[in-house]
Structures are given as C-alpha cells and as structure tokens.
C-alpha cells in the first residue's frame, strides 16, 4: 500500500499558503463531515491510473486513497474524467467496448484488475449508485432483493431487505407498499431506493455517480443526510458537479481538470487532492482555485 | 420602424399591411389532402368489403348447417362425395385442432430459437456479430412460404421419417418444425428490437450489484422487454394460424381429428387453398364452406390479436 495518509498526498504544484477568495459562494465546510479520528487507512487506492476510450486517453496518471469509512468527493468540470475513474474502481469500464485500464486499483491492497479477480466479486464489494435513479422495472421489495438474490444470500431475505431501506431512510414511506412498482415512487425516493439496493448486498464500499443531480432540493438534502449515516459503516466516493454538496459532505476531496495534452486532446487530469477544507479554503493549485471560486468551469 | 417592415415585404406592398387573407388560394394543399384521404378511405371500403362479402355467404351455409353441429362436430367430409349434396358431415374440429396442432409445433420451435436468437444478440453478440446475423436472420423472413413447403416434404421429412416413426410423408410434425422456422426471423427480430430498447441504466445498475450477464438478461432485460416479445410472439402465432402454403404442401389434405403431430392432417387453410383451387363449384355446399371457415380463421386470429393487445398492456413497463 502507498502513501497511507492523505496528507502527504499533495500536489506536485503546490504554492505554500496561497490566500483565497471563496466569499462568493458561502459553503459551509465540513458540515457534515466534521473531522474525526483518521481512520483505518485507504479501503481502496489507484496508482498511476491511466484510462483509455479505444487510442483515446481519457485519464492520466491518477493516484488517489480512498480512506476507510470517510468520504471522498471527485470534483472537476464535465469532460474532467472524474465519473470514468469512478467507473473504473468497480470495474464498470469494463463494459464500455475498448475502454482500458493502466496502473493499479487496489482495493485493501489488492490489484482488483489483477489476474484472477474476478468482476463480478469485486461489484459485490463495491456497490454503486447511479446520475439518473435507475430502479428495475420491477416491485420495490424485488428491487433491494435482487443483489442478495444474484449473489445467491437468500436467506432472511425479508430481513436483509428491511435492513436496507431502513439504512436508505426510506423504511418508513415505502414499508405499506413493498409489492407495488418502484416507478410509483418520486425520483428521491427512486434514489434512496438504488442506494438501498445497493447496500443490500453488504458492500464496503459504495460509488455514487452524481446522485444527486436529478433530483430537487429537498430530496438531494435527503441523500446528503443519508450520506453522512452510512459512512459510519460504508467507505464512500462520490462524484458532483456541486461544490457546495462536495463540501458539505465529504471529508477529502480530489479536483479533475482536462488539460490538453501535446496534440491538443484534452486529457482528464487529477489537479489536487486534500483533505476538503484544504481545497475549498487554500487550494494549493490556481487551477482548483479558480474553479471553487467560479472564475472558470 | 425600418426593422420591423424589413422582413414583411407585403406590408407596403399590400396596401392595408395588416391583410391577413391567403396569398394564393392552395389548391395543391387540397388535392393532396383529398389524395390522402381517398387512400385512407379505400382501406376501410376494402376492409368493409372483404367482412361483407365474407358474411353474406354464411347466411347460405347456415340455413342448411346448424352453427351447433358445425362448431362442436368432429367430422369434416366436405370435400368427399357428391359436390351438390348438403348431405354430409359439417364438423369443423378436425381443422381447427390441425391448425392449432400445427401452430403449436412451430411455437415450439420459433420461441426458443427466436428468444435465443434475440438474447444472443441483443445480449452477447459483438457488433460484428450482430452485422453478419441480422441480415442473415431477414433473408429467412423473405424465403417464400412455398418453398419452405417443398423444402419441409423434400428434405426435412426423409430425415425425420424414419427417426420418428411418421407413417405418412405428409404430417403436420414436420410441416409445423418448418412453419416455426418461418417464423423465428419475426419472433427473434421483433424481441432483439424490445430488448435493445431496454435502457442501458437498468443493465448498468444489474452488473453494479455483481449481476453477471445470464441473470442481467434474465432477470432485468427479459421482464422490462416483456410486453415487446409477447407482441413478437403474438405476431409469429398469427402468421403461423393464417399460413397456407406450408401446410397444403407438407401437412396433407386429410381432414380427421387426431391427437398425434405425426399424422397427416388438413388445417383451415389448407383446406380453404385445396377447394379454392378449383374443386368448388360457385353455389356448391362446399363453395358455401369456404366462406364458414375462412370466417372462423378471421375470428380466431380477431380473437388473438385482442388478446395480444391487452397482454402486451399488461406487461407494457414505463422506464
């Protein structure tokens, strides 16, 4: 394992104590993520990442921890490569034809593109909640019972699926109406459906992709306060657009940039990554900087 | 003031400015407008047509075969003996059950090849695959039904024969396996359509759970395309009731009530193509015929294109 404290992981660039300007926006750092204990270390980590479409390289040269139990917020502007590292740390990219991995994604230490991994086990340890709800077609009990059902943990199955949407806060509003469709639901509650479904295969970890883009105010404050319960059991990364939400909610966060490389493809670069209150406060980076305060993004 | 005249040149021009009559009178609007609805219309006459001629000869065969004895008898000697004579058994059951022995082989045979074919490959296939497959799979559905015909008797029977025991080179085991050929390129094409129009989210969210591919097809892509291939299925079962050739050609003229596919039997539409093929005298009791069962073919597929319409809104899924 590398660098088992996200400290010293600093970027190259860094000027020492640059003053910033974040009055603009009025972001309540750390308000959900008061700083606790560090924790156990990295539950999963890439090294030299490096992701490519086909000949085109999407990402370079990523190398970032995720610590055990805390949550980490990939920010950046769209094209930024921030959703396609995503992918990559439970294989997802795998189903995208040509896409390629370089580097390592460890996951405890282990290379999860290693030989003899196998996909499939490690999407069952790293669940993923998606931009866009995307509830089956099915009823609300048969979509949380699904992950235990694929898996073969059919046991209890009733229990597994209360413990679920109890952990995703939607126990109470759907327990009435567990036979009927999950289309009926409003897109929250979609949502905290896909991440009670995610969770019901017991994950270590969990991605969200944006989940709160889709939906409105009150419902994205919802998944936020979810968000700051399941880190007590969950190792959690999550990708926004939302500054304000990444503040909010996460105790390190990483800023993407595309930058163009020598052909003038631009290429998803990994600018700075620091504890949140770090980035959104003094930014080492102009880059991050400019892209908190605004002035470009 | 300049800018706004700029683009309405009939403002200084028309006088008023402010006209706002039809330039011209549109008279091409309207002929293609009445072209349209006349070939709308004709469809219609030609629908109306089609059930009137096919009733009013039913009148005729009724008055001398009771509705009762025609639906429930299990004999059919229309075409036997004397052409004149109304003397003869009128029971309809031995043709309706060939017809559906028949369409119950090929649904046999066209629903797992065709779901297999539709899984593979809106499923597995490579784009490669899928470009050498598809127009492959298209070229089946434009082999003429004749040929299938000629192609059941000739070389699908002389295999089968010995190794099921068929008595007779004209069965409807065969003609059916042949028939259920003919219409896997509607079943596969039609379900590989309901199924690459599954969202890739709900594949995506199936893999993200550790899913593999078998249970993301099974249990997410299958039920959400459900309401796509029961209409594909629908539509094979009411080409495969209607379709003539194969059955006159392969399944025999042999009109008997029989509960084994190995016999030579005579559908409704084969039937229907041997007398209409000049053994019916106009005004003959067995002319009259004609026009009873080809009403009975029209209700039966009436009946399951109802049924199809209400199962596909049963399993329609909004995503």
């Known amino acids: ?297 | 003031m300049a800018v706004t005249t700029a683009g309405r040149p009939r403002s200084s021009a028309g006088g008023s400015g402010r006209d706002l009559t039809p330039r011209s009178p549109r008279v091409g609007e309207k002929i293609i407008e009445s072209l349209l609805a006349a070939a709308a219309g004709l469809s219609v006459l030609v629908t109306v047509g089609i059930i009137v001629a096919l009733v009013v000869p039913l009148f005729t065969f009724f008055a001398h075969v009771s509705p009762i004895e025609f639906l429930t008898g299990t004999t059919w000697t229309a075409s036997f003996g004397d052409k004149y004579s109304w003397d003869k058994d009128w029971g309809v059951l031995p043709l309706v059950s060939a017809t559906f022995m028949a369409t119950g082989i090929a649904l046999a045979v066209a629903i797992p090849v065709g779901l297999g074919i539709a899984m593979f490959l809106s499923e597995y296939a490579t784009t490669r695959a899928r470009k050498v497959i598809k127009p492959v799979l298209e070229l089946l559905a434009g082999i003429p039904t004749v040929v299938y015909g000629f192609l059941a008797l000739t070389a699908l029977t002389p295999i089968l024969q010995p190794l099921l025991g068929i008595p007779n080179i004209y069965n409807l085991l065969v003609a059916g396996i042949v028939m259920g050929f003919m219409i896997v390129p509607t079943v596969a094409s039609l379900s590989e359509d309901a199924m690459s129009a599954v969202p890739q989210a709900l594949r995506s969210g199936s893999y993200a759970l550790g899913a593999n591919r078998r249970m993301t097809t099974l249990q997410v892509v299958f039920p959400a395309a459900l309401s796509g291939i029961i209409a594909a299925i629908v539509l094979g079962l009411s080409r495969a009731v209607g379709e003539t050739m194969i059955l006159a050609v392969a399944g025999g003229n042999l009109a008997r009530l029989t509960a084994d596919p190995r016999d030579e039997a005579q559908t409704m539409t084969a039937f229907i193509a041997q007398i209409a093929s000049g053994d019916a005298p106009q005004g003959s009791p067995v002319y009259y015929s004609l026009f009873a069962v080809g009403a009975l073919l029209f209700v039966i597929t009436l009946t399951i294109n109802l049924i199809s319409i209400r199962l596909v809104r049963r399993f329609r899924q909004v995503y």
Request: hydrophobic share 35%.
């Open chain 1, 1 to 297: 394992m590398v660098n088992p404290g996200k400290d010293q992981h600093m970027s190259p660039t860094s000027p020492p104590g640059t003053a910033q300007d974040t009055a603009g926006i009025h972001l309540a750092v750390g308000d959900r993520a008061p700083e606790q204990p560090r924790s156990a270390g990295a539950a999963m980590a890439t090294e030299n990442l490096h992701v490519y479409y086909g000949d085109f390289l999407a990402v370079r040269d990523v190398d970032l921890q995720f610590d055990d139990r805390r949550i980490t917020a990939l920010i950046g502007p769209s094209g930024c490569g921030k959703s396609t590292v995503l992918r990559c740390l439970n294989r997802m990219n795998d189903l995208v034809p040509g896409a390629r991995v370089e580097g390592r994604v460890t996951y405890h230490g282990t290379d999860i593109y290693g030989p003899g991994v196998d996909e499939i086990e490690v999407r069952r340890r790293i669940g993923m909640v998606f931009q866009k709800p995307n509830p089956f077609p099915k009823s609300i009990y048969d979509n949380v019972a699904y992950g235990p059902r694929v898996t073969g943990a059919k046991d209890h199955l009733d229990d597994t699926v209360e413990q679920a949407l109890r952990g995703a806060a939607l126990w109470d509003e759907v327990k009435d109406k567990l036979k009927q469709n999950a289309y009926g639901l409003s897109g929250g509650q979609q949502q905290r459906l896909c991440i009670a479904r995610a969770i019901a295969t017991r994950p270590d970890v969990l991605l969200m992709d944006e989940p709160c883009s889709a939906l409105d105010p009150i419902a994205t404050s919802k998944i936020e306060d979810l968000m700051g319960e399941l880190v007590q059991d969950f190792t959690i990364v999550i990708v926004t657009h939302n500054m304000q939400q990444a503040a909010r909610v996460s105790h390190s966060t990483a800023f993407f940039t595309a930058q163009p490389d020598e052909h003038g493809d631009r290429v998803g670069t990994l600018v700075e990554f620091d504890r949140t209150l770090k980035i959104f406060e003094d930014p080492a980076d102009k880059r991050t900087e400019d892209y908190i305060s605004g002035k470009f993004g």
